[in-house]
DNA sequence: CTGAATCCACCTGGATACTG
DNA sequence: CAGTATCCAGGTGGATTCAG
C-alpha cells in the first residue's frame, strides 16, 4: 500500500493521466510529451511503461512508417484520474492560500 | 501547480498526513514516528518543517523538560487529507488488480 | 524527547547520441 | 515518430553522531 502511493501518486502520472483525459483519451507519444510540459523524453517512456505494468494505460502499436503508437487510459486509468480530481480541486483551492503560508513561515524564520 | 503536487503528493506527506487523522489529528514526533511504518527521523523531521511551511500543520513547543513538541493537522491539512481519501480508496480498490496487471504484463515481457 | 548536522550510497532524471 | 542506451550531476534519504 505503502509503494502503492508511491507509484500512483507519481508526479508524472498524474500530469500523463491528466493530459490523456484533457486529450480525450487517446494520444501519441509526441502529443503526450507536448500536453505535459517539462517532462524529458526518456522520463515519459518510463512513466508510460509503468502505466502500462500497472494497467493503466494500453499501448497500441501500429506496424506503419513512421512508427505510430497509442496511448489509451484504461477503465482503471480513468478511475484512479477520477479519484485524483480531489486533489487537483483541492489544490486549486489552496494555491494562495499555501503561499501566503510560505511566505509567512519564511518571514518569521528570516526575522 | 505542477510544482504543488510534487509537494503535496508526496509519500512521506500523505502518510504523515493519514497518521494524524487515525491518532486523533494531534500526535507528538515520537508517536508520528511510530505511526509511519518505515521513515526516517530525518524525513519526518524535514517533512513535518515543509508540511509547517505549507501551513498543513501546526506546530507546538511545550518548554519542558524533556522536550514536549506537538503536531496538529491545520484545517487546511485536514482538507488535505479528505481530498486525499480518494485515493486511498481508489488504491484499497485496485490493489488487486494491479499486482494482477503487474503479473501478467511480466509474464508477457518475459515470454 | 526532539531535533540538528554530517557522511555517503543510491537513485532520479536530464542531455545526448543512436536505431528501426 | 518512438523509442533505447549511455553518461553524469544533483538530489534523496538512511545511518550515525551530537546537543539542548
Keep these: 500500500m ?3 502511493l508511491g507509484r500512483v501518486g ?5 500530469l500523463v493521466i491528466d ?8 494520444m501519441r507519444f509526441t502529443r503526450i510529451a507536448e500536453a505535459v510540459t517539462g517532462i524529458s523524453q526518456k522520463m515519459l517512456t518510463q512513466t508510460l511503461r509503468q502505466m502500462e505494468r500497472d494497467g493503466l494505460v494500453m499501448r497500441t502499436v501500429h506496424p506503419v ?6 496511448y489509451k487510459l484504461t477503465k482503471m486509468g480513468l478511475s484512479l484520474g477520477k479519484a485524483f480530481c480531489g486533489v487537483w480541486i483541492w489544490a486549486g483551492k489552496h494555491l494562495e ?6 511566505r509567512d513561515f ?3 524564520a528570516g526575522g
Design 2 to 4: 505503502n509503494d502503492l
Design 10 to 14: 507519481d508526479k508524472w502520472s498524474a
Design 19 to 26: 493530459a490523456l483525459i484533457e486529450g480525450g483519451g487517446v
Design 65 to 70: 512508417i513512421p512508427p505510430h503508437v497509442d
Design 97 to 102: 492560500a499555501i503561499e501566503k503560508a510560505r
Design 106 to 108: 519564511d518571514a518569521r
